[in-house]
């Protein structure tokens, strides 16, 4: 039933530990994206990918990669965690509709509440 | 210039108020103009969006009002409810990628 599903919730690790988040929506969208909430709830995007490939990498560390198997799925890995790592984290999707400027209605997932110690 | 203002940071309105939060850009390439509105514990869920070749759009109790040469806007709520109490987005949108303002805490007293 949920459109954009993302696990775990709640992830908490240590630093330097490699951790996954996963994310599948089941609304046939063709774009995925992951966004970065901060502590002030600053939203800012990381990545998007149309139909499993790359289009949007913003200035993150490569210690975060991102990696979709088919276009209903985008994962997030990230190696070597760091305190600054600690943040909400949201996976969304989009609709692509013809005659409008693609992307414009994100649908988001719950997010995951990451806590680096 | 890909930065999008938003204030006030919080507000507090009584019920049946009128909530007003405002949102400044200065890229004039941006094309689309959504707010999104986000509950504890959940994502960001789409209220309503405007385009810069229209002034106003009202949805409901929730109004945009868009400001082209200002290269402001800002959304109105008005009878404003406790159920509105969440924290509100002003968004910009240019070359796929979806530009958020820094958020407003938005707290309604019965």
């Known amino acids: 039933d949920t459109a954009v599903s993302q696990t775990p919730k709640y992830l908490v690790t240590q630093m330097g530990n490699d951790k996954s988040i996963k994310c599948e929506q089941n609304?046939?969208?063709?774009?995925m994206y992951w966004y970065k909430q901060d502590s002030k709830k600053f939203l800012k995007i990381m990545f998007s990918?149309?139909?499993?490939?790359?289009?949007i990498n913003e200035t993150v560390p490569n210690r975060f990669s991102p990696k979709s198997p088919d276009k209903a799925h985008l994962n997030l890995h990230i190696n070597s965690l760091e305190l600054g790592d600690s943040a909400v984290y949201f996976c969304a999707s989009s609709p692509q509709e013809s005659g409008f400027s693609t992307n414009e209605k994100l649908f988001f997932g719950s997010g995951t509440q990451l806590s680096v110690l | 210039q890909q930065q999008v203002k938003q204030s006030p940071q919080s507000l507090i309105v009584q019920k049946g108020g009128i909530s007003i939060i405002n949102c400044a850009y200065e890229?004039?390439?941006?094309?689309?103009f959504p707010w999104y509105q986000q509950f504890p514990g959940k994502g960001p869920a789409l209220l309503i969006a405007?385009?810069?070749?229209?002034s106003e759009k009202k949805e409901g109790r929730f109004t945009i009002s868009f400001n082209k040469s200002a290269k402001q806007f800002s959304l109105h709520i008005m009878d404003s409810q406790p159920g509105d109490s969440a924290t509100y987005f002003c968004?910009?949108?240019?070359?796929?990628?979806?530009?958020f303002g820094q958020g407003t805490e938005l707290s309604v007293k019965p």
């Open positions: 890229n004039t390439a941006f094309d689309y």
């Open positions: 990918y149309n139909n499993k490939e790359l289009i």
């Open positions: 609304l046939g969208h063709d774009t």
């Open positions: 968004a910009a949108l240019m070359g796929g990628k979806l530009i």
């Open positions: 405007i385009r810069p070749d229209v």
